[in-house]
């Protein structure tokens, strides 16, 4: 997501939010691009290290630790201290950059320059360690969790090129995104609202960016999702889509069970129409360039207990995992494509069988009753027969 994305669902919660150290570090670094900070270039702080007490944080900003004392709450023992979020808000609002205090009020600045577009639209996500697993930014603030420490992870830019820009073009682009940061916010609670907001800028937005409105409905409206990806090059959905680094960021964010098992099989399904490889490798990495993650959504599918990818496990959905899996698997999802580290997704639901004994892999049990299926019907299928695949 973008600052401004970002600020917005901020925006969205209770002013009475409570706040850990380590979110106060994620939204900062999150904000960096817009945020007036009083440290000098000498600030023994950077954002080379993590922002994970109040005194590093008030030495990045350039402000007493006191400014940061006065967001607290409640604790006074560092592993205890809490924040209030409508305070911090407030400061944040206080010392945003002109040209984004701009965006927020809606005022035109003609001297945008395409550096400043770059840089305040970069894409992240804020991924917060919470007992061994990535759970999403705001999931661990809903869920009142204690991360012990956060990862921005880094999500491909926007095709932005220097030599192409103009003034005017700057100024749409600045425009369009602002929309979408609307759009992605009214997407998950009115189709209505979010449909309203595309159709006023899927004739004036450049191609990349309406990709990132595609990215966005593709979880909560079909309809919605299929009418943008018409509108786009399919070219542009197979090169600039990566559906595991998108199913990545849903696990993060959501709990498998909370997610619509239909809604994911038709981004599978309606990506692979538009020529996306299911079996490309994605690299995910914090922006340390730590990895993170290595391999394809069967990589994913395949570790059910969450310990490779420190993801949260499936266990307690298998009909839901079943139907995507087999859906995957219709499309040819390879369970046998190894990643960097030479470990394929079979492999990986060996290894969680080894350690948690004999048919504890529900990747392992449904990938073996598929292909055991698929062999019956290949042998007693008359020819030029068609059956409906069953979920597993």
Not at 129 to 134: C, G
């Amino acid at each position: 997501m973008t600052p401004l994305e970002f600020l917005l669902k901020l925006k969205q919660l209770s002013p009475d939010t409570q706040l850990s150290m380590a979110h106060l570090g994620a939204t900062f670094e999150m904000l960096s691009p817009v945020v007036i900070r009083k440290s000098s270039p000498k600030s023994s702080t950077s954002l080379s290290a993590r922002l994970t007490n109040e005194t590093a944080l008030a030495d990045w900003l350039g402000e007493p630790v006191a400014t940061i004392e006065q967001w607290r709450i409640q604790g006074s023992h560092p592993a205890s201290i809490k924040y209030h979020l409508g305070t911090l808000y407030e400061w944040i609002i206080s010392h945003i950059v002109p040209m984004f205090a701009a965006t927020v009020t809606t005022n035109q600045i003609s001297d945008v320059q395409f550096g400043d577009i770059a840089e305040i639209w970069k894409m992240q996500i804020p991924v917060m360690k919470v007992d061994d697993q990535f759970v999403g930014f705001f999931k661990s603030v809903k869920e009142e969790c204690e991360p012990s420490q956060y990862s921005l992870v880094e999500i491909p830019t926007l095709s932005f090129h220097p030599s192409d820009m103009t003034k005017e073009t700057i100024s749409t682009i600045n425009e369009s995104l602002i929309a979408h940061g609307d759009f992605s916010i009214a997407v998950a609670d009115s189709i209505i609202e979010a449909r309203g907001i595309y159709e006023k800028w899927k004739d004036v937005a450049i191609p990349e960016v309406l990709l990132q409105f595609f990215r966005s409905a593709l979880l909560h409206s079909e309809e919605l999702a299929k009418d943008i990806a018409d509108e786009l090059e399919h070219e542009l959905i197979r090169k600039g889509f990566n559906i595991t680094q998108w199913f990545w960021q849903q696990l993060v964010e959501n709990d498998f069970c909370s997610l619509k098992e239909n809604a994911l099989i038709y981004a599978f399904e309606l990506t692979e129409e538009y020529g996306v490889n299911l079996n490309q490798l994605c690299h995910i990495y914090d922006d340390q360039r730590q990895e993170l993650f290595h391999g394809n959504s069967s990589h994913l599918l395949a570790d059910t207990k969450g310990e490779i990818y420190q993801i949260r496990p499936y266990e307690q959905c298998t009909v839901s995992y079943g139907c995507l899996l087999t859906c995957v698997l219709d499309l040819g999802l390879s369970a046998d494509k190894p990643n960097n580290h030479q470990m394929t997704a079979r492999q990986i639901a060996n290894a969680v069988e080894e350690k948690h004994g004999h048919g504890q892999s529900i990747f392992k049990n449904l990938i073996e009753k598929y292909e055991l299926q698929e062999k019956l019907k290949t042998t007693l299928a008359p020819k030029n027969s068609k059956t409906k695949k069953q979920p597993l």
